[in-house]
């Protein structure tokens, strides 16, 4: 299977949006997403973080009432070992 940016965006976005979805749904407040498993995909903790981070604006700007959402705060956990999670962690 050939990865590309184009694939593995769709999943992270596709994932993470319903993820919000449920939680709304259960009038969940806060939610915390790992920073889904990249070792595997063989892509760097930016482009992840990065794909997640714009999945999570869309869902904001496509709901129909943001502010009607019950998902308030949404965190991405990084694993503390990752300098390169860290990094970007710290930039956004």
Same mark, same amino acid.
């Given at each position: 299977?050939?990865?590309?940016?184009?694939?593995?965006?769709?999943?992270? %976005?596709?994932?993470?949006?319903?993820?919000?979805? +449920?939680?709304?749904?259960?009038? #969940? *407040?806060? =939610?915390?997403?790992?920073?889904?498993? %990249?070792?595997?995909?063989?892509?760097?903790?930016? +482009?992840?973080?990065?794909?997640? #981070? *714009?999945? =999570?604006?869309?869902?904001?700007?496509?709901?129909?009432?943001?502010?009607?959402?019950?998902? +308030?705060?949404?965190?991405?956990?990084?694993?503390?070992?990752?300098?390169?999670?860290?990094?970007?962690?710290?930039?956004?």
């Amino acid at each position: 299977m050939v990865v590309t940016y184009a694939s593995v965006d769709k999943i992270l %976005r596709e994932t993470t949006q319903a993820c919000l979805s +449920k939680a709304d749904l259960a009038g #969940v *407040t806060s =939610i915390a997403f790992p920073a889904f498993r %990249r070792d595997s995909l063989n892509y760097p903790a930016d +482009k992840v973080v990065w794909f997640m #981070v *714009t999945a =999570i604006v869309e869902y904001y700007r496509d709901h129909p009432d943001p502010f009607t959402c019950s998902v +308030k705060k949404v965190f991405i956990v990084c694993d503390g070992r990752d300098e390169e999670a860290k990094s970007v962690s710290s930039d956004i």
